[in-house]
């Protein structure tokens, strides 16, 4: 009885989170052109999107900013990890309550900073600005996923591999790296995530002429969004969900699934 | 004899379809110490978590003092258990900690602020009121934990591999400790541990334990000197296990040579296993041996030598405060009740002998 | 690995320096001073001008209306996620990300969708002889749009907190003596706290200064301090009062980030 209810509790939610995106995928299917009417079903959304440039355009430079950005992203925060790994604690702390100030400020406010920046520097606002933008927002999510994975790292199996006369840098790649492997991809799966779904920092950091896919949808939300737009968000979330569906039920995985044989030591939760 | 505690009576318990417990029975009585002893996954950590009630099991029942408790919550049974990672509360002081259940039990201040002195004085910890949970060493969290359990006054406390996470120094001082706690206290004591040693220090009942099936209850004395099974042998200290065949009462032929023993009832011709410990071969001139070997390895132990022989097919485990270099020839002697005659393995949780721990 | 590799750190301190310090800097320098450079503190005054206070009134109110339900929906949920097994602890942090690939402005305008007059939620409700639902162009459906963005920012740092709480120190409060809604009150919650917090500060910021959910959800009727900073930089152009105002936000700001120094000090409250 209880575990129903709880059951129940919890996919309420999740119906409430993905509602939204099941209405988007009925509407990319929709004849009619308003959201209020179901007009029959067409694919016409899905053959007119790769007719659509700027859509396509928008895309483009949306899936570039995000895979730049958090790459670069990824390389800076992993390095810097390894770094105040190093540090002293105070100096340490320092600097990781500055790389606490993108997560826990504003939005607007970064936004609106960073522009202040690019303008007083004199740099030009577009892609490049945007990308500038988005390796910044993005760098505290790789080192809040890296720095956990740092701290559980056994400093002694690197110098067992110094000690059986390895490079430091072949150490590091052969010993140090697999460890943080897990903490570096979820972070830069967080930092992409990120960036695609960012609008309000790109929003103010753009230039005139260049959209990511939100200031394209923002833009377009004043004179009636495409539907084009639909069909687009329905495929980007389709291919991701099927990706990660995928990574899920890979091998790799299982391993670590298959019970534990000591069922002593499992806690059982009531 | 003493009075009945607790009864576990037919109690079984799976996980993920994986039988934990196998209608386990088991008496405790009033101001016993008890050991469960076994190696991981023996079943000793659950029979634990079924008398504190943290799990319910599929299929039995939990007498306590004459009631039956099995679903009976944890918060309304008068046990107290002390976890094996001590889960102190760190967000609470060390007064806090111990004043926990008291406060539940609405005593008056003052009560509990004696029982707090009382309890910090038990454990050695005087003056520690006030600090938190991080700042204590283990050995320190360790005593906490069980002040924690003892103010409450249970009628027994159940402690979960409490020593596992400290050093071999501390364990052996808070194994006095515990031991002078316990009869201090005057109450049951419940302990669960993989560590024979600290099983055969402390207890007054030891049950070993393993594939969810109880081996042997006895005092340590007995399970020492005389286990039941190849198991239990293995398990508690060192051995040599060797498979023989009864010729008659008191008459065993080990390896092809007749020893005379003192086992009678086990038949004519049966096979059996017999135990000897190590310290009991006793190495002599090799005329003077019942069998005659040559001496293969040898190391110091500090308080004696351990040496393997190897005689009639067999290595023979030796400990002698004698030494005997390698490549000795030497003769085997042991006194007949030391030769302690066991079943050969019939059912199946006997068979389990071949587990390295 | 240590001490040797220290200019390793220093990309990433150039990094900040430059794109985090700098432009706070500016927001500041801004926000301090008017058209012909000259220091005034006119432009953080304005707050106190009855639209702007408006705006911040109610920006107040619907955020922390916002924050307290996100608590109240997610702080069970994560419960009931804690008690799951460990390994399916990345299924359920991806459960809750997932929806952020479907972009952000078209998820809420698809809230428009489902609970226009005419909407799917009023097509349910009336199939099941349930009264209307009249929310869109409201504050309410304001309200609805933040708990929706923001929700997962809340469930994971309370998830993260709450899975780290050894089952046996829950056992123990259990064992000696506390029933279920003592030792919730007395060892889930307090051990909870950094979650808490940062769920808090995740939800609360992001929902007082958003700009886009008011005019799509609320109709455009409402205006938040996140439209008007918005429109300052935008369409009038007047950076320093956009500034300044956005240095009153930074005050809140500020007020989280030392709370949550002070109750999350080791990062257990972390979304990840």
Redesign the interface.
């Known amino acids: 009885m209880k575990t129903i209810a709880?059951r129940i509790?919890?996919a309420l939610?999740?119906l409430?989170?993905?509602?939204?995106?099941g209405?988007?995928m009925v509407?990319s299917f929709n004849r009619s052109k308003t959201?209020?009417k179901w007009g029959g079903f067409t694919l016409h959304w899905y053959r007119a999107l790769f007719q659509n440039e700027e859509i396509l355009r928008a895309l483009l430079n949306t899936l570039l900013i995000a895979l730049l950005s958090s790459l670069i992203a990824t390389v800076?925060?992993t390095?810097?990890c390894?770094?105040?790994?190093?540090?002293k604690r105070r100096a340490k702390s320092v600097?990781?309550?500055?790389?606490?100030?993108?997560m826990?400020?504003?939005?607007?406010?970064?936004g609106?900073?960073?522009?202040?920046?690019y303008i007083?520097l004199g740099i030009k606002f577009g892609m490049g600005t945007i990308l500038?933008?988005h390796?910044?927002f993005n760098?505290p999510y790789v080192i809040?996923?890296v720095?956990?994975r740092m701290k559980q790292l056994n400093?002694s199996t690197?110098e067992a591999a110094l000690d059986l006369g390895s490079s430091?840098l072949h150490a590091?790649f052969k010993v140090?790296f697999p460890d943080l492997l897990p903490g570096i991809l979820?972070g830069f799966l967080?930092a992409f995530?990120?960036s695609?779904?960012d609008?309000?920092i790109t929003h103010?950091t753009k230039g005139v002429g260049v959209d990511t896919?939100?200031t394209k949808?923002?833009t377009e939300?004043k004179k009636g969004?495409k539907p084009e737009?639909?069909a687009l968000?329905s495929l980007?979330?389709v291919t991701?969900?099927t990706l990660?569906v995928l990574v899920?039920l890979s091998p790799t995985d299982k391993k670590?699934?298959v019970g534990t044989l000591d069922s002593e030591n499992a806690?059982h939760?009531p | 004899m003493k009075k009945e505690l607790i009864q576990l009576i037919d109690i079984s318990k799976s996980f993920d379809g994986q039988m934990v417990l196998d209608e386990l029975n088991l008496n405790i009585h009033e101001n016993e110490f008890v050991t469960l002893l076994g190696p991981s996954g023996c079943g000793k950590t659950t029979t634990l978590r079924i008398l504190?009630?943290?799990t319910s099991p599929d299929k039995g029942r939990v007498v306590f003092d004459g009631k039956e408790i099995t679903q009976i919550?944890?918060?309304?049974?008068q046990?107290?258990?002390v976890?094996?990672?001590y889960?102190?509360?760190?967000?609470m002081t060390i007064a806090e900690n111990i004043a926990?259940?008291l406060k539940?039990?609405k005593k008056p201040k003052s009560y509990i602020d004696d029982k707090i002195r009382y309890a910090l004085k038990l454990v050695n910890l005087d003056g520690y009121e006030n600090r938190m949970p991080d700042s204590l060493s283990g050995g320190q969290q360790q005593r906490i934990a069980i002040a924690?359990?003892i103010v409450?006054e249970p009628k027994v406390l159940l402690l979960d591999e409490p020593l596992g996470a400290l050093d071999l120094k501390l364990r052996q001082e808070m194994q006095y400790e515990l031991i002078r706690m316990k009869n201090e206290l005057g109450i049951t004591f419940v302990y669960v541990t993989h560590d024979q040693e600290e099983a055969l220090t402390m207890s007054d009942t030891i049950v070993v334990m393993n594939q969810g099936y109880i081996q042997q209850i006895g005092s340590p004395e007995s399970i020492y000197n005389e286990p039941e099974n190849a198991f239990v042998a293995d398990f508690i200290g060192e051995s040599n296990i060797i498979p023989a065949t009864m010729i008659e009462d008191k008459l065993v032929n080990i390896l092809g040579t007749r020893f005379t023993c003192v086992d009678t009832g086990f038949g004519r011709n049966r096979p059996v296993d017999v135990v000897i410990r190590p310290e009991d071969v006793i190495l002599v001139e090799p005329s003077e041996g019942i069998i005659q070997g040559v001496v293969s390895h040898l190391i110091f132990k500090g308080v004696h030598y351990e040496m393997e022989v190897q005689a009639c097919g067999f290595e023979w485990l030796v400990h002698s405060t004698t030494l005997s270099p390698v490549g000795k020839e030497v003769g085997i002697r042991v006194d007949p009740f030391n030769i302690q005659i066991m079943n050969k393995p019939e059912s199946e949780d006997e068979e389990a002998v071949g587990i390295e721990i | 690995?240590?001490?040797?590799?220290?200019?390793?750190?220093?990309?990433?301190?150039l990094?900040?320096a430059?794109?985090?310090?700098?432009?706070?800097g500016?927001?500041l320098y801004?926000g301090l001073t008017d058209q012909t450079g000259s220091f005034t503190l006119d432009n953080i005054t304005a707050i106190a001008s009855a639209g702007h206070a408006k705006a911040l009134r109610v920006s107040l109110l619907l955020s922390l209306v916002s924050t307290l339900v996100c608590f109240l929906?997610a702080y069970?949920?994560a419960m009931?996620?804690a008690?799951v097994q460990v390994?399916r602890h990345?299924?359920i942090i991806?459960?809750?990300?997932?929806?952020?690939?479907?972009?952000?402005?078209?998820?809420?305008?698809?809230?428009?969708?489902?609970l226009?007059k005419?909407?799917?939620i009023n097509h349910v409700l009336s199939f099941l002889h349930l009264p209307a639902l009249r929310i869109i162009n409201t504050p309410a459906a304001i309200i609805l749009g933040m708990v929706?963005n923001f929700?997962?920012f809340m469930v994971l740092p309370l998830y993260n907190a709450l899975s780290k709480i050894?089952?046996?120190?829950i056992?123990?409060?259990?064992?000696?003596?506390?029933?279920h809604v003592?030792t919730f009150i007395?060892?889930i919650l307090?051990?909870s706290?950094p979650g808490i917090i940062s769920g808090i500060?995740m939800v609360f910021?992001?929902a007082?200064?958003?700009?886009?959910i008011s005019s799509?959800l609320g109709g455009g009727k409402l205006l938040l301090i996140?439209d008007v900073?918005?429109q300052e930089?935008t369409r009038t152009s007047n950076?320093h009062l956009?500034?300044g105002l956005?240095m009153i936000?930074?005050v809140f700001?500020l007020i989280?980030?030392v709370l949550?120094?002070i109750f999350d000090k080791d990062?257990e409250g972390?979304?990840?």
Not at chain 2, 73 to 77: A, C, F, G, H, I
Not at chain 3, 1 to 13: C, F, Q, T, V
């Open positions: 709880k509790y919890v939610i999740i409430f989170l993905y509602a939204p995106i209405i988007l509407l959201r209020a800076i925060g390095v810097a390894i770094a105040m790994n190093g540090m600097l990781m309550g500055i790389t606490n100030i993108p826990l400020n504003a939005d607007i406010v970064t609106i900073s960073l522009m202040l920046l007083s500038l933008s390796i910044t760098i809040l996923s720095m956990p400093v690197y430091p590091f140090v979820s967080m995530t990120m695609l779904d609008f309000i103010f896919l939100s949808i923002y939300i969004i737009m639909y968000s980007i979330f991701v969900l990660l899920n670590s699934s806690s939760s | 504190g009630g943290f919550p944890p918060n309304k049974r046990l107290n258990t976890f094996q990672k889960a102190l509360f760190t967000h926990f259940g539940i039990k924690r359990a409450n | 690995m240590k001490s040797k590799n220290k200019w390793l750190s220093a990309p990433y301190i990094w900040s430059v794109f985090i310090i700098v432009p706070l500016m927001i801004y929906l069970p949920l009931i996620l008690g390994k990345n299924f991806l459960v809750f990300i997932l929806p952020m690939w479907m972009n952000f402005l078209l998820r809420t305008l698809a809230w428009q969708t489902l226009e005419n909407g799917v929706y929700l997962p050894d089952t046996n120190v056992n123990a409060a259990r064992d000696l003596g506390a029933n003592y007395r060892i307090p051990l706290i500060t910021i992001p007082l200064t958003t700009f886009v799509l996140g900073i918005e930089f950076w956009g500034s956005s936000l930074m700001i989280n980030m949550s120094a990062g972390s979304m990840l």
